[in-house]
């Protein structure tokens, strides 16, 4: 297990604290260091993807490589970097992909 969320309007007090013991009683830790509270609606980024208003969005990074990525692409002349941006290119649109079947269901 990598990372955990838990997110809602109001996160009741004992929660965090059955998460863990949880963890715990399956030989697992967590990391206090790395250990995030939140207040309020603003966006959030958990792991790669933005959280807001209970949708998944990509982060305008995200949009800025793939547009980055077909302008390189427009523009390359030599055939296996051509290939080799598009590959590149395909993964990002992939996950992006992946973010509106979320939003969707």
Not at 19 to 39: A, I, M, P, S, T
Request: net charge positive; hydrophobic share 30%.
């Amino acid at each position: 297990m990598d990372d955990v969320t838990i997110s809602g309007t109001h996160i009741p007090s004992g929660l965090i604290w059955q998460v863990e013991k949880q963890f715990h009683r399956c030989g697992l830790h967590d990391n206090r260091e790395k250990e995030k509270h939140y207040v309020g609606n603003k966006p959030r980024e958990i792991t790669g993807v933005i959280v807001k208003e209970g949708e998944l969005k990509l982060p305008n990074r995200q949009h800025l490589k793939m547009h980055q990525l077909r302008q390189l692409i427009h523009k390359e002349t030599d055939p296996n970097k051509r290939v080799k941006l598009m590959q590149s290119l395909k993964g990002l649109e992939a996950q992006a992909q992946q973010i509106r079947k979320v939003n969707d269901i």
